[in-house]
């Protein structure tokens, strides 16, 4: 199984501020590697998908990058609806895996 | 739009077998291509990837639950659907239906959500 290593696992921060989310690949995935933000309650929301494309509808503060083994999620200036859970996903090999979660606390 | 909604029973007894189904609307599931797919969720565990579904009936599963896992799907009722046998209270956990393009494309589309516990 190709294990995701998200850091860190919480973070805190203030509307306005840049956050960078980290993901680790335990293999090289090329760029099989999408983002997810998860609100309390409720399921997963495709966010960006292979490692740059921004999902039709989200916000452009939102962007990300990478490739290998190294990924990141950049949001530039945080919304108070940003601070939630935010997942990476590898769609390299079965079985598909997630990293642990990014809590972006206040 | 397309939407999914899980379904099925909220307690399973353990060694039983859990079964969900996935209604799918805003698009048929036969258009090929998609494969419809299970996800599960625990605090403990985080996400878990159960497996997925072609229309053609092909599957993806899981192999750390491949011998207790079954996927199919049901064409005239535009849904699929989850059995997991020999449940126990490890396979407690919120479950998501959804979909991707293919296996290995990222999941667009996801339910609700359906809350899954195991016990006696």
């Known amino acids: 199984d190709i294990q995701l290593t998200q850091s860190p696992s919480s973070l805190s921060a203030s509307v306005g501020d840049r956050v960078t989310i980290s993901c680790r690949a335990g293999?090289?995935?090329?760029?099989?590697l999408h983002w997810y933000q998860q609100r309390p309650g409720k399921a997963p929301k495709l966010l960006i998908y292979a490692a740059g494309t921004l999902q039709s509808g989200v916000p452009s503060r939102f962007s990300g990058s990478g490739s290998g083994t190294d990924f990141t999620l950049t949001i530039s200036s945080l919304q108070p609806e940003d601070f939630v859970t935010y997942f990476c996903q590898q769609t390299y090999s079965v079985p598909l895996t997630f990293g642990g979660g990014t809590r972006v606390e206040i | 739009q397309l939407q999914l909604q899980e379904s099925g029973p909220g307690l399973v007894k353990p060694s039983e077998t859990l079964s969900l189904s996935c209604s799918v609307s805003g698009e048929s599931i036969s258009r090929g291509g998609y494969c419809w797919g299970w996800i599960r969720q625990t605090p403990g565990t985080g996400l878990e990837w159960i497996g997925c579904?072609?229309?053609?009936?092909?599957?993806y599963y899981n192999p750390s639950l491949n011998s207790r896992v079954s996927m199919s799907i049901d064409t005239s009722r535009n849904q699929f659907s989850l059995r997991l046998g020999s449940v126990t209270a490890a396979d407690t956990a919120m479950y998501f239906c959804?979909?991707?393009?293919?296996?290995?494309?990222?999941?667009?589309?996801w339910g609700r959500g359906s809350l899954v516990t195991v016990s006696s």
């Open positions: 293999q090289s995935i090329s760029t099989y």
């Open positions: 959804a979909r991707a393009y293919t296996w290995n494309y990222p999941l667009d589309y």
């Open positions: 579904i072609f229309y053609s009936g092909s599957t």
